[in-house]
């Protein structure tokens, strides 16, 4: 049984929670305070029983944490390690953000499309700038 501390947090974050998992997982664990099987929620939410479980066991261990994604997910950059050399060739080639994937094609064998490498560069913190590379802090002190 869960808590009313616990039952309101829950119902607040299913009712007004902007990301999706948060909502899913929380709607999970109300219903299953209302003696709803691991089999039922798993074909409620399209998911496996293991899962649930996994949600149930993260609920128990680290409660209102658990709902959120954990860090880390997702797909990994292919240039890190390499921000040096993308600074250097950015300087190099300017506003051209062209020829900086034609170098990682040709030097590293690292194929990526431009948007890919502006939001490296915004990640990173490097912004270009009429043919010169500025850090964050330079471009806002300008």
Known sequence: MLKTEEL????????????NLVRKRSHCILLSNQK????????????????????FDGWVQRGLQSLQMAPGRGVKTRLKGHEDEVKKQVEIHGRNLKNVLIYFQETHNITICKKTLQNFLKRTGLYVETNQVVSKDQAESR
């Not at 309101?8 to 990301?19: F, G, N, Q, T, V």
């Not at 709803?36 to 949600?55: D, H, P």
């Open 8 to 19: 309101e947090a829950l119902e607040l974050l299913y009712k007004s929670s902007h990301d």
């Open 36 to 55: 709803q099987s691991i089999s039922a929620l798993s074909k409620i939410f399209g998911v496996n029983r293991r899962t649930i479980e996994r949600w």
